[in-house]
């Protein structure tokens, strides 16, 4: 005799309730990941006595403003968000630019010095940042650029590049050739071909690459700690730092109020960029 099945309503509730065990460890987790954010902005709201008790604050009942406020009056502020907007947009759109480039080259061309060229990619990617401070600062010394955007824009672009030719790479791999000798046959050019059937479907890949790109860019102190040294030259990771005195007693409030401002481009940029990622993927799938 064959042995006895489980009945179809026993084996529905041993999937509901190992569905709901991991529910309930997704929002574990969840909740894990996302409170060292809420003590930041509970902590902007916070009164300086109320952050130095030894009890603590979970909710900001009787929070103040004063924090933003003495931010704001802080004039090293908006000169590090000038410098920080400066070198994120320019990074961001020279580095896209290039990596966009590279990975259609090595993707759909097959050229002399391609495999070496990719290699040279992944040998970049291996080498410690810290190993490069000495001989980039002094190649920026050289020609001038210490303490300037462009000077700390072409670090960035530099050691932003390897990783976003290499994740572009694997988006365009991804797009078939095939698509591209379709709209050819029916008439258009190459070039046609490729911006109305396989640059829309690129379009994830590039919202994605920009994600990474802008975080490196925005959130970056340890290069630009090397090649701004002039206080009037700060990115705002720098003037957060400053913020922590060494010899007096350090304004935490007005400490978590800076991160919490400089978190909010971050936020609103990722919001945009995933809209944009979503009509992309429906553009291009109506395309192609």
Do not use: C
């Amino acid at each position: 005799m064959s042995a006895a099945r489980p009945a179809p309503a026993a084996s529905a509730r041993r999937g509901s309730t190992g569905a709901r065990l991991l529910g309930a460890l997704a929002v574990l987790v969840a909740l894990v990941w996302i409170f060292p954010i809420y003590w930041m902005v509970n902590s902007a709201f916070l009164p300086t006595n109320a952050l130095r008790r030894p009890e603590p604050t979970f909710l900001p009942f009787g929070g103040t403003l004063s924090n933003f406020t003495n931010v704001f009056r802080d004039p090293g502020f908006f000169d590090a968000i000038k410098v920080s907007l400066a070198v994120t947009g320019i990074t961001l759109a020279v580095a896209i630019l290039f990596a966009f480039l590279g990975a259609l080259a090595i993707s759909r061309f097959r050229f002399r010095g391609r495999k070496s060229f990719i290699v040279t990619i992944l040998v970049v990617q291996m080498i410690p940042a810290e190993g490069l401070f000495i001989s980039q600062y002094h190649m920026l010394d050289t020609w001038g650029l210490v303490n300037a955007v462009l000077g700390l824009t072409i670090v960035y672009v530099a050691a932003i590049l390897p990783f976003t030719v290499w994740m572009l790479r694997g988006f365009v791999a991804g797009v078939p050739m095939e698509l591209e000798e379709a709209g050819m046959m029916d008439g258009l050019s190459r070039t046609g071909a490729f911006f109305r059937i396989t640059f829309p479907l690129l379009a994830p890949g590039l919202v994605a690459s920009g994600v990474y790109g802008f975080l490196q860019a925005w959130n970056e102190y340890t290069l630009a700690l090397v090649v701004m040294t002039d206080p009037g030259q700060r990115t705002l990771p720098l003037w957060l730092q400053g913020l922590v005195e060494a010899n007096k007693a350090t304004d935490w409030g007005v400490v978590m109020a800076g991160a919490t401002l400089i978190s909010v481009p971050v936020i609103v940029f990722f919001l945009v960029v995933q809209k944009r990622m979503s009509a992309g993927l429906v553009s291009g799938a109506v395309k192609g």
